[in-house]
């Protein structure tokens, strides 16, 4: 098993401009997630999906979209990419055997460094 | 106020020195609690679940304080391979937010 993969690793982009950050698991989870990670700040939890269909905003969505087409895969799109979007991004999931997502441990994927100039 | 909050550390330690982190959260209806360690760049992976009755695991022992809204992670005879960042996670009632304390710090020196 792969695990979570995510691609890609590193990206530079201009303000203004948007892309897909993708995110695949191979362990048949219904919880997917989107992080960011910014010093001091910790892991903040941008938008999540408990099954193919369903999906729901975190701490902070703002300026991105989310679709959950499949079980395995969970892409997070920025709309127009602004400075203040300059973070590691890391997606994870998580399988809702005995109880609620959260209950249960998650898989990170190695995440996406990503710099807005 | 941070819904979790850890001291950021960093701790310095020497080998077979016991170190013990805190961490505080705001919302008394959390429900799950969880300690992560981060190496330098990595994912987060799983450390310990965190239980009211504390449960220990090899040299780490985690605790849970509901009353003052505090959990803990004891370590044992650190080990250099121990230097990482610890992160607390909490996770809300209903179980599908979770909070991430900024982390903790620890250096095992020689």
């Known amino acids: 098993n792969a695990g979570v993969t995510q691609t890609p690793k590193f990206q530079v982009l201009k303000t203004g401009q948007s892309m897909t950050l993708q995110c695949a698991q191979d362990m048949n989870h219904e919880y997917m997630s989107w992080y960011r990670q910014d010093p001091g700040m910790g892991l903040r939890l941008i938008h999540y999906?408990?099954?193919?269909?369903?999906?729901d905003q975190g701490e902070v969505p703002n300026g991105y979209n989310v679709s959950r087409s499949t079980t395995e895969d969970f892409p997070l799109r920025l709309l127009s990419a602004a400075p203040s979007q300059t973070s590691v991004y890391f997606c994870?999931?998580?399988?809702?055997?005995?109880?609620?997502?959260?209950?249960?441990?998650?898989?990170f994927g190695p995440g996406t460094r990503l710099t807005v100039l | 106020r941070k819904e979790v909050e850890q001291d950021p550390g960093p701790f310095n330690v020497p080998e077979g020195a016991t170190v013990a982190f805190n961490c505080t959260y705001s919302n008394s209806a959390s429900q799950s609690f969880f300690w992560y360690r981060q190496d330098c760049r990595k994912e987060p992976k799983l450390l310990m679940s965190v239980y009211s009755s504390g449960n220990e695991d090899g040299r780490f022992t985690a605790q849970l304080n509901r009353a003052s809204q505090y959990i803990s992670l004891l370590i044992r005879d650190s080990k250099l391979s121990d230097s990482a960042t610890y992160l607390c996670v909490v996770t809300s009632t209903g179980g599908f937010k979770t909070i991430f304390g900024a982390g903790t710090r620890l250096f095992v020196k020689a």
């Open positions: 999906s408990v099954g193919a269909g369903i999906t």
């Open positions: 994870a999931s998580s399988d809702l055997r005995g109880g609620l997502a959260g209950y249960n441990e998650q898989f």
